[in-house]
């Protein structure tokens, strides 16, 4: 049975480590993403980095679905940014920043490429939700934060705000 875990909040240090490639795709990796599937579900959130629950390798879940039953898991997910691409406006939310939205704009077109969970590698380039969504959940490996990309103004008004919302730092 999969279990729900926590979701670390900003501005949680551990959420600025940089995570670590996957090398061993066992079953300890596969009962994660299940637990990471079931932690994203009952948040309502569409992607979740292992990350954002305190497990420092790279590997991400996601369900862009309209009835929530298209899971999709990403090891060791990279992309290219494609030559000629545009950049994409879109309002991004984040469970690691609950209650705050941001226009983040991100290249459009993405070859992304990343393993499953037999280790056996696929390659994709593509369109819509799918190429903002996994750069924003490969920036959490790379702890990197929505927050990062709006002024230190903002991000310091957030972080003061969720602060005094989760007093458990
Ligand atoms: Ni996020």
């Known amino acids: 049975m999969a279990k729900k875990l926590k979701i ?3 501005p949680d240090p551990r959420l600025r480590k940089v ?15 299940h637990d990471m ?3 994203m579900y009952d948040a309502n959130g569409i992607g979740l980095a292992a990350t954002q629950v305190d497990q420092h390798i790279r590997l ?14 990403f ?15 879109f309002e991004e939310g984040c469970l690691s920043i609950p209650g705050f939205n941001e226009v983040i704009a991100r290249p459009d077109k993405i070859k992304l490429i990343w393993q499953n969970l037999k280790g056996e590698t ?3 380039t593509p369109e819509g939700m799918l ?18 990309y709006v002024s230190a103004l903002k991000r310091d008004r957030i972080k003061s705000k969720l602060l005094k919302e989760f007093k458990r730092f």
């Open 131 to 148: 190429t903002v969504c996994i750069q924003h959940e490969i920036d959490h490996l790379d702890g990197k934060l929505m927050v990062d």
């Open 19 to 33: 995570a670590e490639n996957v090398t061993k795709f066992d079953k300890c990796l596969e009962n994660l993403a």
């Open 60 to 73: 991400v879940v996601m369900d862009l679905s309209e009835e929530r039953n298209e899971p999709r898991i």
């Open 122 to 124: 696929l390659h994709d």
């Open 8 to 10: 670390l909040i900003f």
């Open 37 to 39: 599937l079931e932690t």
């Open 75 to 89: 090891v060791n997910p990279m992309y290219e940014v494609i030559k000629g691409h545009n950049m994409f406006e």
